[in-house]
């Protein structure tokens, strides 16, 4: 089954479902977690090798230009997406497997 199909049932009425839906979710990804961590490293290699060519601090100089925001405001905007994240996601998941 594809990872949209496991996605899918992932909020099946039946909670016995949606519990094996959520093993096999953590089963797929870790069959392609080497595939998907050389593909996620070679963009970032193309990012940073760009960046240094063209005279960039860092990669997200050309991001940080291009929404015309400082890096201050970046921080502030990422440290508050975590925390967010982190009270958010662990709750969704419980709440989605009734566990």
Not at 21 to 26: H, K, R, S, V, W
Not at 33 to 39: F, G, H, T, V
């Amino acid at each position: 089954m594809s990872i949209i199909g496991i996605l899918n049932l992932s909020h099946h009425k039946d909670s016995d479902v949606r519990r094996r839906t959520y093993t096999a979710e953590l089963e797929a990804w870790r069959t392609v977690r080497e595939p998907l961590a050389s593909a996620l490293n070679g963009v970032k290699g193309t990012v940073l090798t760009l960046s240094k060519r063209r005279g960039r601090v860092d990669a997200s100089h050309t991001s940080l230009d291009q929404a015309r925001i400082d890096r201050e405001t970046l921080t502030t905007l990422i440290e508050a997406m975590q925390d967010s994240l982190l009270q958010t996601i662990p709750q969704s998941k419980g709440e989605t497997l009734v566990l």
